[in-house]
């Protein structure tokens, strides 16, 4: 079991840099894989914004390349997700997502929203 909380977002202005942040709760000797971040805009389905693997490999979608960064603590379960020059398209609710090694399950947060306003 795999327990994902997720911090930071809210109002935003244009251009802003936000960093939202999620943390792992594990059983001992659980081991986290996979992590990423996902969204979904009002009224649109779930996407994808980033994943990293356990070893630092990543994955963006075109949309944020160059603008947002993840990035993760394998010590201590966290990912965070570091966004730049945020524009209105990037308002959506964003949700951590994680797998545990052995598991296909997919473990997500309860999701933290960005509302890209001015």
């Known amino acids: 079991q795999v327990q994902l909380v997720e911090s930071g977002g809210g109002l935003v202005q244009p251009g802003g840099s936000p960093r939202l942040s999620c943390a792992a709760s594990?059983?001992?000797?659980?081991?986290?894989?996979?992590m990423g971040w996902y969204r979904q805009p009002p009224g649109k389905e779930r996407e994808l914004v980033a994943t990293?693997?356990?070893?630092?490999?990543?994955i963006y979608a075109d949309s944020v390349k160059g603008r947002f960064t993840i990035s993760r603590d394998n010590i201590k379960n966290t990912v965070d997700l570091q966004m730049n020059s945020l524009k209105p398209e990037d308002t959506a609710v964003y949700y951590c997502?994680?797998?545990?090694?052995?598991?296909?399950?997919?473990?997500w947060g309860k999701g933290t929203p960005v509302t890209v306003s001015s």
């Open positions: 997502n994680a797998k545990r090694f052995g598991s296909a399950v997919e473990y």
């Open positions: 594990v059983r001992v000797g659980d081991i986290i894989t996979d």
């Open positions: 990293i693997t356990r070893v630092g490999s990543t």
